[in-house]
């Protein structure tokens, strides 16, 4: 079927601003991934799904970022209080299997996200 | 946890010549390395993999090499065309923890016509 797709393309939200960057993971896959990546550099970590469990938070930034995929299915990346520094693209992936080090991650389009 | 070193960080290449890209990991547990190309407001695309009980991969002009030991693998692009240039990154995953991709600092490549 169709790959991952992440809405909005691009965002342009004011300091302080709340936003939420969606995404649809290719269907059936198990494994789900949120990346940052900032300009000329490559994409970090910020969190990693299981169906509806989130395995692994470490690389979200700060407590004003949250993340959640209730059905185990659609994710959303939450940024409270946006600041200027979490001006990226942020990256969905997802995978077929639950052990994704055994199986390809799939990426999205990205969300360009601008803070100003 | 892994760090993913990348060289050159810019490469120019002629049509129809060759091109490599070479990147270094720092834990010799990490069993999977993918690379990825990227074009201008896209997503990276998988365009070649390799797992760590094979010391190389081809596809038609890309190819894949694992050493181990010295813990490096390499990306190799030959008959070069104009439709190559993008930003090419690699990465490793640590199996240990949790499964993400930790991701080098990419080489932007360029094909000369």
């Known amino acids: 079927g169709a790959g991952v797709s992440q809405s909005p393309r691009y965002k342009v939200a004011k300091r302080g601003q709340d936003v939420a960057l969606r995404c649809d993971p290719i269907s059936g896959h198990v494994s789900l991934f949120w990346y940052q990546q900032a300009l000329g550099q490559g994409p970090e970590f910020l969190t990693y799904f299981q169906n509806e469990a989130q395995l692994d938070k470490s690389g979200l930034p700060s407590d004003r970022f949250f993340a959640e995929r209730p059905e185990g299915s659609v994710s959303t990346l939450k940024i409270q209080r946006t600041q200027q520094e979490d001006s990226a693209v942020y990256l969905c992936?997802?995978?077929?299997?639950?052990?994704?080090?055994?199986?390809?991650?799939?990426f999205g389009p990205g969300t360009r996200l601008l803070v100003l | 946890g892994e760090n993913v070193e990348q060289h050159p960080s810019t490469l120019s290449v002629q049509e129809g010549d060759s091109a490599v890209i070479k990147c270094t990991y720092s834990?010799?547990?990490?069993?999977?390395f993918p690379w990825y190309k990227q074009e201008l407001g896209k997503g990276p695309q998988l365009i070649i993999d390799i797992r760590s009980n094979v010391g190389e991969k081809k596809d038609q002009r890309i190819a894949v090499t694992l050493n181990k030991t010295a813990k490096h693998f390499s990306l190799h692009i030959t008959e070069t065309q104009p439709e190559d240039s993008a930003v090419y990154f690699c990465?490793?995953?640590?199996?240990?923890?949790?499964?993400?991709?930790?991701f080098g600092t990419g080489t932007r490549l360029t094909i000369i016509p």
């Open positions: 834990d010799s547990a990490s069993n999977y």
């Open positions: 992936a997802s995978s077929h299997l639950s052990v994704p080090s055994q199986e390809t991650q799939y």
């Open positions: 990465a490793a995953i640590w199996p240990f923890g949790n499964e993400k991709l930790t």
